[in-house]
């Protein structure tokens, strides 16, 4: 057993925390006391993080003898853990003596936690090797995994950072051996990843392999002696394969369009000379500024009637927010996860949506919260009706009889009492939600975005893991996506969620590409990128639902101050990144807005709209779709260097010879001509995206960038 400081560890580096202790228990396996002293008078302190689905309530710590200072001792693997305390059950706070910290998407901070990271770094070209500090585990999906049917394998293996001038990939496979190159694609907690791709004709027959390691004369191996074979287990994670191909569009159905007079939600109009108030809960005519509680009207036969302007766009499919019936415009309260909301329409709208996305091969996902339900939901107004009598009075956290709402005497999300928290690991409410999930696909869905599934998760671990195996059992292809805000590496297993919202690879483009403040460099955003390509298993890589903008998120073009050459720059990058990119409703045309409710606006089809932008969009979506690489390639980064990144897409190991695309972007208000090394790829230049121009000098590229500006460069055969 090891004791160490936090400080020691590299973890956490202030004074205030030296009496901290971080336990090696047992390798990789670490004892954590976290200590919190309030500033304020505290009658409850609870630890919420990923480490626990970021319940307010599973952790809580104790003040025994009463000297003010709270603990909790954990026992956790090596990783990164962002975290808060939770006063009182309503009051969040990060970790005040933790210096480190990253956004936590709602315009606060985590602190962050890292666990069997390396206090140092190697020595590249001193001929010595750290063969103690090389990871490689056959069994984790992030380090071996098998794709295509097991004719692509991807393996990884992890050394101290910086301690490495090569890496090779030795392979035993049908009586032959070859070696194969090992890239670094990132660095995970301290060390870099070196990645190899194996393609295999045959996937019958049985694979070995060992990681060949070389810094200057020395030479070693993983594993030291002998092979690893391929886990039988390697092709577990199997991920929708039309994800790759997809372009997503996000609508919010209140917001989107109206088209049917006839289908309104239940809202009286506002009072004439009334003043506008955030809280006003009227139907609004179309256009007004938005409120929290307000509707306007938008249906389903709205998104419908507008399906040949998504097809322009490039979209192949849909995400909508909620259309179950509910109480509020967002639909996150619902009171029947089984009726369509009137206010949207009927089962038969819904079916001439479905149907009029099939014509065009375009699908749907749709959006739940399992979570909670609204206060009017039928179960939760039979158990205030009858109490304990009701048979959905298991299916809540009641703490007792008459059920009150002020305050509330039952759990409820972040303590509003119309959101009551369901009980998701009792058998009904599991065997209901699955039967939910199941039914809509039924019904034409093609897949679920799911709300605060850590929440979920802290209440029933057991719940999601169900849930995919019975979606899966109905549909194979159907896509899985969990709202997860920060690492989303143990929600990626294969188990639970086919990808996330990728929120950090958005935090990272905002960092780089959008906000004035340039808080990353060209080197952060790579290494930020890197990260993701390194921790990953490859089977989510390739359907991560990349998103710039969404309703829970302040507008694009707000964050860019209004500079919509940032927001084009931005859809540039991701458009050209692994995964589905993600347009939010209006984001294509300019809308503004802040946080919610601002960031809700109704879409402007008959006000003014940036045509250039809705030009840019288009193009991005006609040209992924024409070009194999920007789908189906792999990513090989070529230049990061002041405000300026450039990567490519290349055609995968055993893929057809399709042409690279390189994406060179310049973050910077100056014009920029940067020298691009091309480390090998052939072919001509032709830029197909931008107002750049590129020219072949011997094995680079010659481009010339605008300010803020961003080009794809297609190259192409001789």
């Not at 997809?246 to 109206?258: E, G, I, K, T």
């Not at 070529?638 to 973050?667: H, K």
């Amino acid at each position: 057993m090891k004791t160490l400081t936090l400080a020691l560890c590299a973890l956490l580096a202030t004074p205030a925390l030296a009496e901290v202790e971080v336990r090696e228990t047992t390798p990789g396996s670490f004892e954590v006391e976290f200590r919190h002293r309030p500033v304020i008078a505290a009658k409850s302190v609870h630890l919420a993080g990923s480490f626990n689905g970021w319940s307010a309530t599973a952790t809580p710590l104790g003040d025994p003898d009463g000297d003010g200072t709270w603990t909790a001792t954990l026992t956790l693997d090596a990783g990164r853990y962002p975290y808060k305390f939770v006063l009182n059950g309503t009051t969040w706070q990060r970790d005040a003596d933790n210096p480190h910290a990253e956004p936590d998407g709602h315009e606060g901070t985590n602190s962050i936690l890292v666990l069997g990271e390396p206090a140092r770094t190697g020595t590249r070209g001193d001929g010595e090797i750290e063969l103690g500090e090389a990871r490689h585990d056959p069994g984790d999906l992030a380090q071996a995994a098998a794709l295509d049917g097991g004719q692509r394998v991807v393996l990884r293996v992890h050394a101290l950072a910086n301690d490495l001038s090569g890496v090779e990939l030795e392979v035993q496979l049908a009586g032959r051996t070859q070696t194969l190159p090992a890239v670094r694609v990132g660095s995970v907690r301290g060390r870099d990843v070196y990645e190899a791709r194996v393609f295999r004709a045959d996937s019958a027959g049985e694979l070995r392999y060992r990681f060949l390691l070389a810094d200057g004369d020395a030479r070693a191996s993983v594993p030291a002696e002998g092979t690893f074979p391929l886990d039988p287990r390697a092709g577990r994670f199997q991920t929708p394969a039309w994800v790759r191909d997809a372009v997503f569009y996000q609508v919010f159905p209140d917001r989107f369009r109206d088209g049917d007079p006839q289908t309104q939600p239940q809202r009286p109009p506002r009072p004439e000379g009334q003043p506008w108030a955030i809280g006003d809960a009227f139907l609004e005519p179309w256009g007004a500024e938005p409120t929290h509680f307000g509707f306007t009207g938008g249906d389903l036969a709205g998104v419908t009637q507008r399906l040949d302007y998504l097809r322009e766009l490039g979209i192949t499919a849909l995400y909508l927010n909620p259309i179950f019936a509910a109480e509020s415009n967002h639909r996150y309260d619902a009171r029947d996860f089984e009726r369509v909301d009137p206010g949207l329409g009927t089962l038969e709208d819904l079916h001439a949506l479905r149907d009029g996305l099939h014509e065009r091969g375009m699908r749907m996902i749709l959006d739940a919260v399992f979570n909670h339900t609204g206060d009017e939901h039928y179960a939760f107004e039979d158990v205030v009706a009858k109490g304990e009598a009701s048979r959905y009075w298991p299916w809540y956290f009641v703490e007792g009889y008459p059920v009150t709402k002020d305050p509330p005497n039952y759990a409820c999300w972040w303590d509003f009492a119309d959101l009551p928290q369901l009980n998701t690991r009792h058998p009904e409410v599991v065997e209901h939600l699955l039967g939910v999930g199941v039914r809509w696909l039924r019904e034409g869905a093609n897949g679920w975005r799911l709300d605060v599934p850590n929440e979920v998760h802290a209440i029933n671990p057991e719940f999601w893991p169900a849930f995919r195996e019975r979606i899966k059992a109905q549909d194979p292809e159907a896509y899985v996506v969990g709202e997860i805000w920060s690492d989303a590496g143990p929600w990626l297993k294969g188990d639970m969620f086919d990808a996330t919202m990728n929120y950090p690879v958005r935090q990272a483009a905002l960092e780089f590409l959008v906000r004035p403040a340039g808080e990353l460099d060209a080197r952060g955003f790579r290494e930020a990128l890197g990260g993701q390509l390194a921790a990953y298993p490859e089977p989510a890589l390739r359907v991560q639902f990349n998103l710039l903008g969404s309703h829970d998120t302040p507008r694009l073009l707000t964050l860019a101050e209004g500079d919509a050459r940032r927001v084009r720059l931005a859809q540039t990058f991701v458009f050209a990144w692994p995964g589905a990119p993600v347009v939010y409703y209006g984001d294509e045309v300019g809308l503004s807005g802040g946080k919610d409710p601002e960031c809700r606006r109704c879409f402007p089809w008959d006000g003014p709209q940036d045509s250039e932008t809705l030009a840019h969009v288009k193009a991005l979506g006609r040209l992924r779709a024409q070009l194999h690489c920007l789908r189906r390639g792999v990513v090989r980064f070529l230049l990061t260097q002041g405000d300026l990144v450039a990567f490519a897409r290349v055609p995968d190991v055993g893929a057809p010879a399709w042409p690279p695309v390189v994406c060179v972007l310049n973050a910077s208000g100056a014009p920029a001509q940067p020298q691009v090394p091309l480390a090998g790829l052939t072919g001509s230049p032709r830029v197909v995206l931008g107002e750049g121009r590129a020219a072949r000098d011997g094995d680079s590229l010659q481009v010339e960038l605008p300010p803020w500006g961003g080009a794809w460069i297609l190259l192409e055969a001789h």
